[in-house]
Structure formats: C-alpha cells, structure tokens
C-alpha cells in the first residue's frame, strides 16, 4: 500500500504521520509532500529519513491514498487531479458539504462509503467530528431533536502560527510589553475570542454553520443544531457544552452506558472535584471524554453534556487514519 501526504510539514500532516507509526500499519512507499518552500526537508518515520517532494511536480500515480491535510486553497487546486488516479481523504473543509463526496466519521456513518462517486472522502471539521461521536449512539437510542453547542477551541485548530503566537503573545503579556495580533482578531493570550472564521450576513461565523451542516449530512438531516465557537488561549483539544433534547425520555444510566460502549468514547463523570476530563487530559488521547452528565430540568428530555477531544487527533489526522482502514478492509469500496 503506497501512501501519500500533502501537507506533511503541517500540524495535520506531522499528527497523521504520528498516527501512522502509533498504528503500525504496514505500507510499501510513504511519499510526504509539501509546497516548495519545504519540498527537500528530510521527516523521520520508524527510524528512516523521508525526502519531502514538491506537490507541483508530484506523481499521484504512484499512490493509492493522498492524505489532503494543508488546507482549502491546496485541496481546491490539486484534491480533483490527484483523485484521477488515486482515493483522496481530504481534510479540508472544500469538500464536506459535496453532495457527491461522502463526510466520514467511521464509527457514526461508515455506510457512506459505498457510495463513492468523485474518489474523494472528506474529513469533518474538528469540533464536528468530537460532537457527532458523542452524539450517535444518543440518537440512536432517543432521537435527538435539537442541539445547543458552545465549543471551547484550541489555537491548534488554527495552525502552527496561531500556535506560535500564543506563545509569543504569552511572554509579552507576562513581561507587560504590548501586544500586537498576527493571526487572530484580537490578542489572544489571557482572552477568549468569540470568533472563529468568517462571519454570515445572518451574524453566524463560518465555524459555527460547519458544526450545524455538517453534524446534520453526517448523523440526521432532521435535527436542529445552534452553535457558539470560541477561541482560548490553550494549544491543543477542543471542548464543547452541549445541551440536547430527545423525541424520547432516558435515564442518566443509560446514556452513561451507551456512551461508554461506543468506540472511541470515554465517560469521565465523577461528580467530585477533578472528577471530569479537561483539554489537557486529552491531549495526545484518541478517545472522546464525556463528562459532567446531566439533566436539563428546564426542558423535556433534556441533557447537559461536556465533551474534550484533541482536535489534531480526533477532529484530523486520527479520523483520516481511519477512514483509510476503513476502506482496506472493506477492500476501498465497502461492502
């Protein structure tokens, strides 16, 4: 099985390769390819230096998966040349609400992929992806009927320069120096910034309206979903508040029981101090943390819920993986 990732050198790109050599899956050729201004850096993956080739020039004849992880612009231009020749898991947001391409949590609608058309899969937003797997095996049980979500996001989601930056911005505020925003819209050391993306003519940002189409295309067109994006100043995992309510009445025992039974979720709900999972738990974890269960009182069937993920795993490189064993074992097309 020859391999390839576009945007290597990237957040996405480096976390897929970890996830790769985490996995040990056995491949023939891992090709890693990158703009220009990195083709000829060197990456090491289990024990060997790998030559980073420039996607201009690069051969996707060569492969039979592309991992897309270097962003919009990048998927756009070359995901639809590469697809001519080999299956594309696209991480980008480009693809996700094509009619024609399937949006893929495995563990919540790996049907979708018997219906394949353009050769191309796409990876759903972080925050989504966290969500919907918290959410399916809740649906499937008592028919979730609307959601409100309020999600905490890491400056990860943003890139390795909004990384950066809050690192930099950090030190400058501590030593009580002016701060100066590259990549946000305001500073984002010691702030939380209620805007991620662009904003609609409807007041709603970008980020906010993925969450709602893309958890409905993924897990039920009828539920409604209203969301809340903020930016903190933590490096990585996204944590989201979300408040549900069910077509049918539950007790918290069953939705503690269906939620740890499923893969890749986790329940961590111990109603003492430190009795909860934060984004620092999470990170560099490939499950799903749920924590603080409980009632909403205020509404029938209603349920409060608190969710931790690292979105460089979860939400991206880790999601991506597996798909890719997905379609292996379903020999690419399902069955």
Known sequence: MNIAIVGATGNVGRKTLEVLE????????????????????????????????????FDFSKVKIAFFAAGGKISEK??????EHCLVIDNSSFFRMDPDVPLIVPQVNSDALNNIKKNIIANPNC?????????????????????????????????????????????????????KSENFTKPIAFNAIPHIDVFSEDGYTKEELKMRNETKKILDDKID????CVRLPISVSHSESVNIQFEKTFSLEQIKKALNSFDGCKVIDERIDGGYSTPLEAEGKDETFISRIREDKTIKNGLNLWIVSDNLLRGAALNAVEIAETLIKNNFYGK
């Not at 979903?225 to 809340?228: I, R, V």
């Open 127 to 179: 925050s989504t992806a966290q969500l919907v797997i918290a959410l399916k095996p809740l649906h499937d049980l008592f028919v979730i009927k609307r959601i409100v979500v309020s999600t905490y996001q890491s400056v990860s989601g943003a890139g390795k320069a909004s990384m950066d930056e809050l690192i930099k911005q950090t030190k400058l505020a501590l030593d009580g120096k002016n701060i």
């Open 225 to 228: 979903l209203t969301a809340t």
């Open 78 to 83: 070359f995901a639809e040349k590469a697809a």
């Open 22 to 57: 985490k996995k040990g899956l056995t491949l023939g050729n891992l090709y890693l390819v990158a703009s220009s201004k990195s083709a000829g850096k060197k990456i090491n993956f289990q024990g060997k230096d790998i030559l980073v080739s420039e996607l201009e020039n």
